[in-house]
């Protein structure tokens, strides 16, 4: 019996951590986005830490589970229905209190949150995109597309810290989703880190090899690094996804010139020609053709 004081121990303690660590986040979730700069971060962080305390209370209930083992012989029921009822507290600061619940109300919100976001961002207004995609973000911390949209919006802004680590949080967040991985490539590329960017798309393709833009991306890297036979395996893959896209012809094309390739730069040049008889470089491609040997 006394081996189960402890073990009691334990389990009210985690129940305070909890009640502490859900009063925290209930006066995180009270504030509004603002224009105040320090807001963008705040949130941002904020939702990262929520991701962390419940990683630790996962962490947590693993380690009891296994210290409670020995002891399930003699106490198993009651052990159970204790752990089960914290299991439940865990559950209601997780989806309910300071954390979004997934009410449709809430889901609604942050898609059109998102949506205006997305249209800022084309339209160019970047401060307002990046207060609609932190809004978003608050209303539900689990959006990944919103976390994606503001990164991409950091990118614009050419603040580099802020995109990494939004995408860096998407990564360790969603690990089996191409996305972050894809857009940490970008980031990398446009900073002239290759090898980097390299690496990511390499990521990004091991997750889901079906999206023409990363073998395009990763083509393009390999060109820059003058790795022109990886180039030419990028495009080809590329092309075997999508056979009529102008963009992948035209690149496949100029890396079959640059590997001397005449024989794959005349089928690629015909297939151009069958696309497109009004190709504006048709002649150009033509010349470069016939001065290949």
């Not at 012989?73 to 865990?90: C, D, F, H, R, V």
């Not at 990164?151 to 995109?163: F, L, R």
């Not at 880190?193 to 395009?216: F, M, P, R, T, W």
């Not at 100029?254 to 015909?270: I, R």
Request: a neutral charge.
């Amino acid at each position: 019996m006394l081996s189960i004081v402890p073990l009691i121990i334990i389990i009210l303690s985690l129940g305070t951590i909890l009640i502490i660590a859900s009063r925290h986040i209930k006066k995180a979730t009270a504030l509004d986005v603002s224009d105040i700069p320090e807001e963008r971060e705040a949130i941002l962080k904020k939702s990262i830490l929520e991701n962390r305390l419940l990683n630790k209370v996962d962490q947590i209930f693993r380690l009891l589970n296994n210290f409670i083992k020995p002891a399930q012989k003699i106490a198993s029921g009651w052990l159970g229905k204790g752990l089960g009822g914290i299991k439940n507290l865990e559950k209601k600061y997780r989806f309910s209190g300071g954390l979004p619940d997934s009410s449709k109300k809430s889901e609604s919100k942050a898609k059109d949150l998102l949506k205006e976001a997305q249209d800022d961002l084309q339209s160019g207004s970047l401060s307002r995109a990046e207060s609609k995609y932190l809004s978003a973000i608050k209303v539900n911390p689990d959006f990944m597309d919103a976390y994606i949209g503001l990164g991409n919006t950091y990118i614009k802004m050419e603040e580099w810290d802020q995109a990494r680590e939004t995408f860096e949080h998407v990564t360790k967040t969603w690990p089996q989703d191409d996305k972050g991985f894809a857009c940490l490539a970008e980031l990398e590329g446009r900073k002239g880190n290759l090898g980097e960017a390299k690496d990511y798309l390499l990521h990004a393709l091991s997750i889901n090899n079906e999206i023409v833009d990363y073998h395009i991306d990763l083509a393009e890297v390999y060109l820059n690094l003058s790795d022109n036979e990886k180039a030419l395996s990028s495009l080809q893959i590329a092309q075997g996804l999508e056979p009529n896209n102008p963009k992948i012809l035209d690149q496949l094309f100029l890396v079959s010139v640059l590997l001397s390739n005449k024989h794959l730069a005349e089928e690629v040049l015909m297939k151009i020609k069958k696309q497109n008889s009004d190709h504006g470089r048709l002649q150009e491609f033509e010349k470069k053709v016939k001065a290949l040997k």
